[in-house]
């Protein structure tokens, strides 16, 4: 059985204002929304590769996603 990679993300918001809504309930099977605005897009890039970083001007998403897995989703199409 090959073991799926854990994928792992930060939101970094400049106010909590941007943060629009999060919902956690007490139950580990309901689900979590997270909801806010990073504002216009800046930049978009890869640190080594291995992490695409979302920047706008309110704030900041990071996900483990690779170069590589973007190129094979392309290659796919």
């Known amino acids: 059985m090959t ?3 854990e994928r792992v ?3 970094e918001l400049e106010s909590r204002e941007d943060l629009k809504n999060i ?3 007490d139950n580990r099977s309901e689900r979590v ?4 605005a990073i504002g216009e897009l800046t930049s978009t890039r ?3 590769d291995v992490i695409l ?3 706008g001007t309110k704030g900041v998403l990071r996900i483990d996603l ?3 897995e973007i190129k094979e989703e ?3 199409e």
């Open 3 to 5: 073991k799926q990679k």
């Open 66 to 68: 690779g170069v590589d």
């Open 23 to 25: 919902t956690l309930a």
């Open 9 to 11: 993300f930060s939101i």
């Open 53 to 55: 970083e979302v920047t």
């Open 33 to 36: 929304t997270i909801e806010g």
């Open 74 to 76: 392309e290659d796919d």
């Open 46 to 48: 890869f640190e080594e």
